[in-house]
C-alpha cells in the first residue's frame, strides 16, 4: 500500500502563492505519474495538474494553465504544486494522488486533502 502526505495548505489573499508537497511513502512502486486533484463545496472533484516519473510530461488544467506547476523531488517519491495568482475560485481541498503506472492517470492512492482558502 503507499501512503501519500500533503502539506502547505492554508488562507492566501488573491494573488497570492502557496506551495504545496506531497511524500510517497510504504510500497514502491518503480514508476508512476503522480497528480494534484481539488474538489470545491458542492462541485465534483477535477484534475488540475499530473506530472510523470521523469518529469518529462506533465498535465494542467485550462483553468490553472500559466499559474500553477507541478515538479517531481530529486527523490521522485514526492511532488509539488506551485500555485501562483491565486483567485478565490480556487478555494478547495487539493488532494495528492499517485497511479499504478507511468502512463496513466487513473490514479490508485489518495492522501488525506489539505484545504487551500483564497479570500478575495
Known amino acids: 500500500q503507499v501512503q501519500l502526505v500533503e502539506s502547505g495548505g492554508g488562507l492566501v489573499q488573491a494573488g497570492g502563492s502557496l506551495r504545496l508537497s506531497c511524500a510517497a511513502s510504504?510500497?514502491?512502486?518503480?514508476?508512476?505519474?503522480m497528480g494534484w486533484s481539488r474538489q470545491a463545496p458542492g462541485k465534483e472533484r477535477e484534475l488540475v495538474a499530473a506530472?510523470?516519473?521523469?518529469?518529462?510530461?506533465?498535465y494542467y488544467a485550462d483553468s490553472v494553465k500559466g499559474r500553477f506547476t507541478t515538479t517531481r523531488g530529486s527523490a521522485k517519491n514526492t511532488v509539488y504544486l506551485q500555485m501562483n495568482s491565486l483567485k478565490p475560485e480556487d478555494t478547495a481541498v487539493y488532494y495528492c494522488?499517485?497511479?499504478?503506472?507511468?502512463?496513466?492517470?487513473?490514479?490508485?492512492?489518495w492522501g488525506q486533502g489539505t484545504q487551500v482558502t483564497v479570500s478575495s
Open positions: 506530472i510523470n516519473w521523469s518529469g518529462s510530461w506533465t
Open positions: 510504504g510500497r514502491t512502486i518503480n514508476r508512476y505519474i
Open positions: 494522488a499517485a497511479a499504478n503506472s507511468d502512463y496513466s492517470t487513473n490514479f490508485d492512492y
